[in-house]
């Protein structure tokens, strides 16, 4: 059950993409590129180039597929971010009491 929950991040990363053009691309390929992205991360490939290409091949031309690319990177930083600033205060919870 674990696996098939940590697959959702590639789900929502391919809703991000979709989100970011004006036009329709096949949800399926979007997430297989989201997938090719993790995989391409583990070399040096910067994690766009994928995503750009793939958006070019979809007819965008270099300029809206870099600047997609660009506008979901910066969302998703915004809302990491977002997230750690929420958890820093149910983190600094008080330690707990030793016994006397």
């Not at 970011?20 to 040096?44: I, K, W």
Request: hydrophobic share 50%.
């Amino acid at each position: 059950m674990t696996f098939f929950c940590a697959q959702l991040a590639f789900v929502g990363s391919a809703v991000e993409d979709l989100g970011s053009v004006t036009g329709d691309m096949p949800f399926g390929r979007v997430v297989a590129v989201e997938v090719a992205n993790s995989f391409s991360s583990l070399a040096v490939v910067p994690q766009c180039l994928p995503q750009v290409r793939f958006f070019q091949q979809q007819g965008y031309d270099a300029s809206l597929a870099v600047s997609s690319s660009v506008v979901v990177t910066s969302v998703s930083w915004a809302i990491k971010g977002l997230l750690f600033a929420i958890s820093l205060p149910l983190a600094w919870g008080h330690p707990p009491q030793r016994p006397p």
